[in-house]
């Protein structure tokens, strides 16, 4: 075979799992929350088309972990295939070695980790912008989703409703107690019955309540107290605006990358300085995660051989585990305890480069390695115990 030829086999054998994974790993994540999200179609009335504007916000997040996962998994279950099937062996009987087996997958591999850089610098924080975004105005349009019966609800800022029962669809409400406090006077009002009346053009929310009586008191005195018999009462929660929403604070996950990077030096306050600083980070080193996958997948899918496809699988999920638990400790480290995102981030990252590197000169130079071959015991012990626990 000539060396394009060997290089498109290659690309091939780790692209077309790496492709499955991709698409499998992305529905599980997306399904997850779909089912949640449909309830809103089937028991609060919302629009089929704006579950579909929330799929899409959520897309972004899920690729961000499905794109390099999925990578990973095609490096283990492709080189885990060929070398079950002893193709390895007549790549190097014919002069080709690992280390020239690698360069077709560390050109796919800079091919994911721009697309992994893309999508956490760029496609992350815009999903997180339009799910809030659009999260907020379902819930101006639809005030009754959030609220749950018999359970006392806070979501307005200038009230506390209970209902003891609820109807979703008609927004009709039943044994209604709403606490409402103003400046110096708190009402406690019950009503037989609601209604929510929400207005899409003035961006307004009233529950127009029916057949109750209102007990208010001014200030702490005893003395101001009113009881008051009403057939029909509106009162008005406050609630922010569809436009307040847009302008409003936003979270680190959910600033561009250029705002999040020009924002760390403007902000005096320690502690939001250092959850800046933890997020930023973690969308810079994003692209690093494929290319340090390809220097540990490849060696430790060539020695995991024994336990083939499976064995290749599960040996990627624990890579990628250990991966995760790393940047997610860093995150927590600069976010909570303020440390140095050289430190916490970088210096990781150099390290698992390095132990890579060598992990992959002595798969290539065929010497042994003692952490490679106990993982590969412990993967044929827990292979064996699983066919004997089927057996019996």
Request: with cysteine.
């Amino acid at each position: 075979m000539s060396t394009p030829q060997i290089n498109r086999y290659i690309i091939r054998e780790v692209l077309s799992p790496t492709l499955l994974s991709i698409t499998i790993f992305t529905l599980v994540m997306v399904m997850g929350r779909a089912f949640n999200l449909a309830d809103l179609v089937i028991n609060k009335g919302v629009s089929p088309s704006d579950i579909l504007v929330l799929l899409a916000a959520l897309l972004p997040t899920c690729l961000s972990i499905s794109l390099p996962l999925a990578f990973l998994m095609g490096i283990m279950i492709g080189f885990g295939r060929l070398s079950a099937d002893s193709e390895t062996v007549a790549f190097k009987s014919a002069g080709i070695g690992l280390a020239r087996m690698s360069l077709p997958v560390f050109l796919l591999a800079a091919i994911f980790a721009f697309l992994s850089g893309a999508t956490n610098l760029w496609g992350q924080p815009w999903g997180f912008k339009a799910f809030a975004t659009k999260s907020f105005e379902i819930a101006s349009q639809k005030a009754t989703i959030g609220l749950e019966p018999r359970v006392f609800m806070n979501h307005f800022s200038n009230l506390v409703v209970y209902a003891n029962e609820l109807d979703n669809r008609s927004d009709q409400l039943q044994g209604l107690l709403i606490i409402e406090k103003k400046a110096g006077t708190t009402a406690w009002i019950f009503a037989d019955s609601g209604n929510i009346i929400t207005d899409a053009e003035s961006q307004t929310v009233t529950i127009r309540l029916h057949d109750g009586v209102i007990h208010r008191r001014e200030g702490d005195s005893d003395d101001k107290f009113q009881l008051i018999h009403f057939r029909n009462y509106d009162v008005q929660p406050e609630l922010t605006t569809i436009s307040d929403a847009s302008s409003r604070s936003l979270k680190p996950k959910e600033m561009p990358t250029g705002r999040l990077w020009s924002s760390i030096s403007n902000e005096s306050d320690s502690s939001k300085n250092q959850k800046l600083r933890a997020e930023l980070h973690e969308r810079l080193i994003s692209p690093l995660a494929p290319l340090l996958f390809v220097l540990f997948g490849l060696p430790f899918s060539m020695q995991s051989q024994r336990a083939g496809r499976s064995g290749g699988f599960v040996m990627g999920l624990l890579i990628f585990i250990c991966y995760y638990f790393i940047t997610s400790t860093a995150y927590s480290l600069t976010k909570d305890a303020a440390a140095p995102p050289w430190l916490t981030f970088w210096l990781p990252q150099l390290v698992l480069a390095i132990a890579g590197i060598l992990f992959l000169r002595q798969s290539s130079l065929e010497q042994p390695n003692r952490l490679l071959g106990w993982l590969d015991q412990a993967l044929d012990t827990l292979q064996k115990w699983t066919r004997k626990r089927d057996d019996s």
